[in-house]
């Protein structure tokens, strides 16, 4: 009988290629493992799979009457539909314990790590089976994925170790590259509505009685919304119409770490006083400004007096 490897539900890319990793490891030990995945790949895991020529895994929701190992997730809400029906014959993860059980003793492995990926490579080496280039390529771009480039607070020394060893295995000269790669992926715009677009990440704020919107797309680099920006003003001034006295639209640049605002109002000086910039044409750019919540909507309470 198969055993079925999937991660968790709306899958990113570290599950689905925790999946197709740990299906690798024990089809080396001889054994029947299938990977799969509970959701189409997201365009960031479709680079991935695609650079490293790996298949995609098939598609598998209900885990009753099926044997499954469980990657990137121990919680019964994240796993296929009637895993009761189904049997858990291990788990590989990096988060905190959910709320999975079992009746036999299983293979628990679980690592306070920022990615799966990274407690795999332990696991192939604790069984002494040789990672390939492909299955090593996959995992690398999955720590680089998980932990934002060893940006993000989740990172540990092991995970960087792991990308220094899987990235010399997989031939990968420039993990810096690769990510990058993935983050234009991740942030692909191209083909979609600009009307769209705009409402994608967008919330209205009531400022003193007067309505503000503001929506955010996050960008690798601003030369991805170059096309779009006519479509995108377009787009902005027909919400504006709806009665709206400012709409603004944040391309954020996720790497120089600042936002290109788009802006029209009624009051276009209140909105550079807002931000103390000045527009050139419908937007200027604005260093440093990442977070709408944090940074955006408080500078416009200020300008509007709220
Ligand atoms: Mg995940
Ligand atoms: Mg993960
Ligand atoms: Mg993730």
Same mark, same amino acid.
């Given at each position: ?23 690798? =490891? @024990? ?21 991935? &799979? ?5 298949? +995609? ?36 993860? *990096? ?11 299983? &293979?628990?492995?679980?690592? $306070?790590?920022?990615? +799966?990926? +990274?407690?795999?490579?332990? =696991? ?55 990510? @990058? ?16 677009? &705009? ?7 009531? @400022?003193?009685?007067?309505?503000? %919107? ?9 030369? #991805? ?11 902005? #001034? ?6 709206? *006295? ?15 605002? @788009?802006?029209?109002?009624?009051? $276009? ?18 260093? %440093? ?18």
């Amino acid at each position: 009988m198969s055993v079925y490897v999937v991660g968790h539900k709306n899958p990113d890319t570290d599950s689905v290629t925790a999946a197709i990793a740990y299906a690798e =490891l @024990m089809k080396a030990k001889g054994e029947d493992y299938i990977a799969c995945m509970q959701g189409e790949l997201t365009p960031e895991s479709a680079l991935v &799979l695609d650079r490293f020529s790996a298949a +995609t895994p098939e598609i598998m929701t209900d885990a009753s009457g099926k044997q499954v190992a469980l990657v990137d997730h121990s919680d019964i809400a994240q796993a296929p539909d009637n895993l009761a029906d189904g049997e858990v014959m291990a788990i590989v993860d *990096h988060h905190k314990i959910g709320d999975v059980t079992t009746n036999n003793p299983i &293979l628990f492995c679980n690592m $306070p790590v920022g990615c +799966t990926g +990274t407690v795999l490579k332990t =696991l192939f080496e604790l069984n002494g089976v040789a990672i390939t280039a492909q299955v090593a390529g996959l995992m690398t771009a999955a720590i680089l994925s998980d932990t934002v480039n060893f940006k993000s607070p989740t990172c540990t020394d092991a995970d960087k170790a792991a990308v220094a060893d899987l990235a010399k295995i997989a031939g990968i000269a420039d993990t810096d590259a690769l990510f @990058m790669d993935m983050l234009a992926a991740k942030s692909s715009i191209d083909g979609v509505p600009a009307k769209d677009l &705009l409402n994608r990440d967008y919330k209205d704020f009531d @400022m003193k009685g007067k309505k503000v %919107g503001v929506g955010q797309l996050e960008l690798a680099s601003l030369d #991805q919304a170059a096309a779009h920006r006519d479509g995108l003003y377009k787009a902005m #001034q027909e919400q504006k119409a709806e009665g709206r *006295h400012s709409i603004l639209l944040m391309l954020t640049d996720v790497v120089k770490e600042g936002t290109d605002l @788009m802006v029209i109002s009624d009051e $276009p000086e209140l909105i550079e006083k807002a931000f103390d910039a000045k527009l050139d044409g419908n937007c200027m750019w604005i260093d %440093g400004m990442m977070s709408r919540k944090k940074q955006t909507v408080p500078n416009l309470q200020n300008a509007f007096g709220c």
